[in-house]
Protein backbone atom coordinates (compact mmCIF):
# COMPACT_ATOMS: atom_id res chain seq x y z
CA UNK A 1 0.00 0.00 0.00
CA UNK A 2 1.14 3.57 -0.84
CA UNK A 3 2.08 5.85 1.83
CA UNK A 4 3.07 9.64 1.86
CA UNK A 5 5.77 11.05 5.20
CA UNK A 6 6.16 15.06 5.21
CA UNK A 7 8.65 15.39 7.41
CA UNK A 8 7.96 18.99 8.90
CA UNK A 9 4.43 20.01 10.00
CA UNK A 10 5.15 23.23 9.98
CA UNK A 11 7.83 25.66 8.41
CA UNK A 12 8.55 29.36 9.07
CA UNK A 13 10.51 31.17 7.36
CA UNK A 14 11.02 35.14 6.09
CA UNK A 15 9.96 36.48 3.39
CA UNK A 16 12.42 36.18 0.22
CA UNK A 17 14.42 33.64 2.22
CA UNK A 18 14.02 30.07 0.57
CA UNK A 19 12.44 27.14 1.71
CA UNK A 20 12.20 23.18 1.27
CA UNK A 21 8.89 20.99 1.86
CA UNK A 22 10.14 17.79 2.68
CA UNK A 23 7.94 14.45 1.05
CA UNK A 24 8.96 10.53 1.35
CA UNK A 25 6.63 8.25 -0.09
CA UNK A 26 6.74 4.38 -0.13
CA UNK A 27 5.08 2.20 -2.85
CA UNK A 28 6.37 -1.05 -4.51
CA UNK A 29 5.01 0.31 -7.95
CA UNK A 30 5.98 3.05 -9.81
CA UNK A 31 3.61 6.09 -8.39
CA UNK A 32 2.86 9.52 -9.73
CA UNK A 33 3.01 12.53 -7.36
CA UNK A 34 1.79 15.59 -6.76
CA UNK A 35 1.69 18.91 -4.52
CA UNK A 36 -1.57 20.89 -3.45
CA UNK A 37 -2.05 24.11 -1.92
CA UNK A 38 -4.69 25.06 0.38
CA UNK A 39 -4.86 28.71 1.04
CA UNK A 40 -6.75 29.73 4.21
CA UNK A 41 -10.32 28.70 4.72
CA UNK A 42 -10.10 27.02 0.92
CA UNK A 43 -10.07 23.66 -0.74
CA UNK A 44 -6.76 22.47 -2.07
CA UNK A 45 -5.49 23.68 -5.38
CA UNK A 46 -2.89 21.04 -7.48
CA UNK A 47 0.55 23.20 -7.62
CA UNK A 48 2.33 20.70 -9.26
CA UNK A 49 2.39 17.01 -10.70
CA UNK A 50 4.93 14.55 -11.68
CA UNK A 51 3.62 12.11 -14.05
CA UNK A 52 6.63 10.83 -15.92
CA UNK A 53 9.74 12.48 -18.12
CA UNK A 54 11.75 14.83 -16.40
CA UNK A 55 12.11 14.19 -12.91
CA UNK A 56 12.21 18.56 -12.05
CA UNK A 57 8.36 19.50 -12.31
CA UNK A 58 7.17 23.59 -11.78
CA UNK A 59 4.33 25.43 -11.24
CA UNK A 60 3.75 28.59 -12.66
CA UNK A 61 4.31 30.77 -9.51
CA UNK A 62 7.83 29.50 -8.77
CA UNK A 63 7.75 26.64 -7.33
CA UNK A 64 9.43 23.04 -8.45
CA UNK A 65 9.52 19.68 -7.13
CA UNK A 66 12.67 16.83 -8.07
CA UNK A 67 11.10 12.84 -7.88
CA UNK A 68 13.82 11.15 -7.21
CA UNK A 69 13.37 7.33 -7.04
CA UNK A 70 16.44 6.35 -5.12
CA UNK A 71 15.56 8.37 -2.10
CA UNK A 72 11.78 7.64 -2.74
CA UNK A 73 11.29 11.63 -2.74
CA UNK A 74 9.30 14.71 -3.69
CA UNK A 75 10.33 17.85 -2.11
CA UNK A 76 8.82 21.01 -3.03
CA UNK A 77 11.52 23.97 -3.38
CA UNK A 78 11.03 28.04 -3.62
CA UNK A 79 13.76 30.16 -4.03
CA UNK A 80 12.14 33.22 -2.74
CA UNK A 81 9.27 33.38 -1.11
CA UNK A 82 6.26 35.86 -0.53
CA UNK A 83 4.10 36.41 1.91
CA UNK A 84 1.04 35.22 -0.24
CA UNK A 85 2.85 31.87 -0.27
CA UNK A 86 1.62 31.44 3.46
CA UNK A 87 -0.76 28.34 3.23
CA UNK A 88 -0.48 24.45 3.72
CA UNK A 89 0.78 22.35 1.59
CA UNK A 90 -0.19 18.48 0.69
CA UNK A 91 2.37 15.84 -0.90
CA UNK A 92 0.17 12.99 -2.22
CA UNK A 93 0.90 10.01 -3.97
CA UNK A 94 -1.31 7.48 -6.01
CA UNK A 95 0.57 4.45 -7.87
CA UNK A 96 0.52 3.32 -11.52
CA UNK A 97 -1.75 0.52 -11.38
CA UNK A 98 -3.00 0.29 -14.85
CA UNK A 99 -6.16 1.06 -13.90
CA UNK A 100 -8.78 4.34 -15.02
CA UNK A 101 -9.26 5.20 -11.62
CA UNK A 102 -6.65 7.11 -9.23
CA UNK A 103 -6.90 7.18 -5.41
CA UNK A 104 -4.66 9.79 -3.61
CA UNK A 105 -2.52 9.05 -0.60
CA UNK A 106 -1.66 12.18 1.25
CA UNK A 107 0.27 13.71 3.71
CA UNK A 108 -0.44 15.20 7.12
CA UNK A 109 0.51 18.74 5.64
CA UNK A 110 3.28 21.04 5.57
CA UNK A 111 1.80 24.60 7.70
CA UNK A 112 4.73 27.17 5.42
CA UNK A 113 4.19 30.84 7.31
CA UNK A 114 5.65 33.68 5.65
CA UNK A 115 6.88 36.10 7.88
CA UNK A 116 8.11 39.84 6.96
CA UNK B 1 -17.38 27.10 -15.45
CA UNK B 2 -18.33 26.82 -11.85
CA UNK B 3 -15.33 23.70 -10.82
CA UNK B 4 -16.71 21.69 -7.99
CA UNK B 5 -19.37 22.92 -5.96
CA UNK B 6 -20.85 22.01 -2.56
CA UNK B 7 -23.72 23.06 -0.03
CA UNK B 8 -23.76 23.83 2.65
CA UNK B 9 -20.87 25.60 3.54
CA UNK B 10 -21.31 25.58 6.94
CA UNK B 11 -23.35 23.50 8.89
CA UNK B 12 -24.08 21.89 12.95
CA UNK B 13 -26.00 19.13 13.72
CA UNK B 14 -26.82 17.33 17.39
CA UNK B 15 -26.16 14.25 17.98
CA UNK B 16 -28.04 11.54 16.27
CA UNK B 17 -29.21 14.33 13.28
CA UNK B 18 -28.88 13.48 9.83
CA UNK B 19 -27.78 15.37 7.03
CA UNK B 20 -26.77 15.12 3.09
CA UNK B 21 -24.22 17.13 2.27
CA UNK B 22 -23.86 17.62 -1.76
CA UNK B 23 -21.68 17.68 -4.00
CA UNK B 24 -21.64 18.77 -7.91
CA UNK B 25 -18.81 18.92 -10.73
CA UNK B 26 -19.46 21.08 -13.94
CA UNK B 27 -16.49 19.50 -15.99
CA UNK B 28 -17.61 16.28 -16.81
CA UNK B 29 -15.52 14.06 -15.01
CA UNK B 30 -16.28 10.50 -14.75
CA UNK B 31 -14.41 9.55 -10.81
CA UNK B 32 -15.83 11.85 -7.73
CA UNK B 33 -14.48 11.82 -4.08
CA UNK B 34 -15.50 13.02 -0.75
CA UNK B 35 -12.48 13.18 2.27
CA UNK B 36 -12.58 14.47 5.33
CA UNK B 37 -9.56 17.04 6.77
CA UNK B 38 -8.99 16.96 10.42
CA UNK B 39 -6.11 19.00 11.91
CA UNK B 40 -2.99 17.03 11.65
CA UNK B 41 -3.95 14.68 10.16
CA UNK B 42 -4.33 15.18 6.83
CA UNK B 43 -7.08 14.61 3.94
CA UNK B 44 -8.41 10.95 4.12
CA UNK B 45 -10.72 9.39 1.91
CA UNK B 46 -14.20 8.39 2.84
CA UNK B 47 -15.90 6.71 -0.24
CA UNK B 48 -15.05 7.34 -3.51
CA UNK B 49 -17.15 6.60 -7.28
CA UNK B 50 -15.06 5.62 -10.45
CA UNK B 51 -17.84 6.82 -12.84
CA UNK B 52 -21.55 6.58 -12.78
CA UNK B 53 -23.38 4.15 -10.85
CA UNK B 54 -20.63 2.73 -9.19
CA UNK B 55 -19.43 3.29 -5.25
CA UNK B 56 -16.70 2.09 -3.19
CA UNK B 57 -15.39 2.49 0.31
CA UNK B 58 -12.12 4.95 0.97
CA UNK B 59 -9.99 4.77 4.38
CA UNK B 60 -12.86 5.82 6.95
CA UNK B 61 -16.31 5.08 5.76
CA UNK B 62 -18.00 4.21 8.66
CA UNK B 63 -20.81 6.06 9.81
CA UNK B 64 -21.72 7.96 5.99
CA UNK B 65 -23.07 6.44 2.71
CA UNK B 66 -22.95 7.95 -0.36
CA UNK B 67 -24.96 8.28 -3.84
CA UNK B 68 -23.88 8.69 -7.21
CA UNK B 69 -26.84 10.55 -8.57
CA UNK B 70 -25.98 11.16 -12.12
CA UNK B 71 -22.33 12.17 -13.51
CA UNK B 72 -22.52 15.20 -11.92
CA UNK B 73 -23.67 14.89 -8.61
CA UNK B 74 -22.29 12.97 -5.91
CA UNK B 75 -23.81 13.38 -2.00
CA UNK B 76 -22.50 12.45 1.22
CA UNK B 77 -24.84 11.32 4.07
CA UNK B 78 -24.56 11.11 7.69
CA UNK B 79 -27.47 9.03 8.92
CA UNK B 80 -26.75 9.42 12.94
CA UNK B 81 -23.96 12.30 13.46
CA UNK B 82 -21.49 11.61 16.03
CA UNK B 83 -19.33 14.50 17.63
CA UNK B 84 -16.32 12.32 15.57
CA UNK B 85 -17.93 13.24 12.50
CA UNK B 86 -16.93 17.38 13.43
CA UNK B 87 -14.74 18.19 10.35
CA UNK B 88 -14.33 19.70 7.05
CA UNK B 89 -15.73 18.09 4.13
CA UNK B 90 -14.44 18.09 0.95
CA UNK B 91 -15.27 16.88 -2.63
CA UNK B 92 -13.26 16.23 -5.44
CA UNK B 93 -13.75 14.98 -8.90
CA UNK B 94 -11.03 14.11 -11.70
CA UNK B 95 -10.82 12.61 -15.12
CA UNK B 96 -7.63 11.30 -15.32
CA UNK B 97 -5.05 11.86 -12.75
CA UNK B 98 -5.42 15.51 -11.19
CA UNK B 99 -8.19 15.74 -8.71
CA UNK B 100 -10.38 19.31 -8.55
CA UNK B 101 -11.79 20.05 -5.25
CA UNK B 102 -14.97 22.23 -3.87
CA UNK B 103 -14.47 25.04 -1.22
CA UNK B 104 -15.11 22.66 1.92
CA UNK B 105 -18.05 21.72 4.40
CA UNK B 106 -17.38 23.16 7.50
CA UNK B 107 -19.54 20.07 9.68
CA UNK B 108 -19.69 20.29 13.70
CA UNK B 109 -21.49 17.79 15.57
CA UNK B 110 -22.25 18.33 19.21
Known amino acids: ?116 | NAGVTQTPKFQVLKTGQSMTLQCAQDMNHNSMYWYRQDPGMGLRLIYYSASEGTTDKGEVPNGYNVSRLNKREFSLRLESAAPSQTSVYFCASSEYLAQYFGPGTRLTVT
Not at chain 1, 59 to 86: C, M, Y
Not at chain 1, 98 to 109: I, M
Open chain 1, 1 to 116: AQSVTQLDSQVPVFEEAPVELRCNYSSSVSVYLFWYVQYPNQGLQLLLKYLSGSTLVESINGFEAEFNKSQTSFHLRKPSVHISDTAEYFCAVTENSGGSNYKLTFGKGTLLTVNP
